[in-house]
């Protein structure tokens, strides 16, 4: 099964429950929250993010998905039950800032978008202060919630089982889970903290063919990736595993697996194998990302070649920041994943 099929499959799974989360699920929770005594507060809203991002850390089928078809099986329940968690702490934020009763299905989409990029998700905007909701019809969430689970299930696969270092290991996974948390619980923090609007109702057309534009343009992207690209990238996993002046036999399995699933030349795949050695000196280039996220992925690729050997010495960690910071990454977000 490819990786298209398996995104496709993973994200018809987890569609429905996203929609119950969104719905009945975030409701539920919010009341509780509100009606307990010992009610949140905004003062604690820190310590609630942090907290969940925990949570979802240790999720341990996720964090530790195991290879092949068998692993496939868990990763849907796996990434509801993250889901779960992640939208609970958004409702616990909304009594925290006492807008339990005002945030709507739309809003809590939209936050959870924030852990995978919320390009194409127009029917809340920021302005002069104000986070403005317009509702949207059954038809624009239910294929909201579908592109949702889709970025979901994508970003999933490409970390259990990545291109560029096939086995990403149970600490990784749990590195990932945890920041995308955060990123939501921040992105809700600060949208929690404004005034929220809801004003009339969206253009279907109009969201439609926005939504329909954004997916054109990530295959797009995805078609054009270069070789350019997959040599920088081997280059800086050489890099890395070069950086405490000795090759382990792991770091070099990881990289032959990942130069042998690579789509460079044969000729340019020997000339990166050869240069695998604690002394040739690797000129550090590093490739273009459109996104965050793939800045995030990238960097997560590097931290598991430099892990895998059981030895993460202060020379990797170092190397590592550096890119991190070369990658305009903030300096928290690198030390959390680091």
Known sequence: MDEDTKTTEISKKITQPIMNLITKFFRSKADDFSNNSDKPSSSEAQSIVNTYALKCASVSG????????????????????????????????????????????????????????????????VKAGQVIVKRA???????????????????????????YIPI?????????????TRQIGNAAKDLLSKDIVIKGDTDEDNILDAMDAVINENIKQTNEISTLQEIKKLKALIKVAQADGYIHDNERKLFMDSINKSDVDQSIKN?????????NEIKLVLPKFNTEDEKVTFLMQ?????????????????????????????????????
Request: proline letters at 3%; zero cysteines.
């Open 62 to 125: 996720f964090a530790g998905l195991a290879p092949g078809p068998w692993g496939m099986l868990t990763i849907a329940p796996d990434i509801i039950m993250v889901l779960r968690l992640q939208t609970e702490m958004l409702a616990k934020l909304s009594v925290a800032y006492n807008k339990e009763k005002i945030v709507s299905k739309e809003l809590v989409l939209y936050m959870l978008f924030q852990g995978v990029g919320a390009a194409g998700v127009s029917f809340v905007a």
């Open 302 to 338: 590097l931290i598991a070649i430099a892990k895998v050997d059981a030895n993460f010495s202060q020379k990797e960690k170092d190397l590592l920041f550096d890119i991190g910071k070369k990658l305009d990454l903030d300096n928290d977000d690198i030390m959390a994943l680091l």
């Open 168 to 180: 990403i290991g149970a600490s990784v996974m749990a590195t990932w889970v945890g920041y995308m």
């Open 271 to 279: 000339e990166l194998i050869s240069a695998l050695t604690p002394d």
């Open 137 to 163: 019809s059954t038809r624009i969430i239910q294929r909201m919630v579908a592109m949702l689970g889709g970025r979901i299930a994508q970003r999933a696969i490409v970390r259990a089982a990545s291109r």
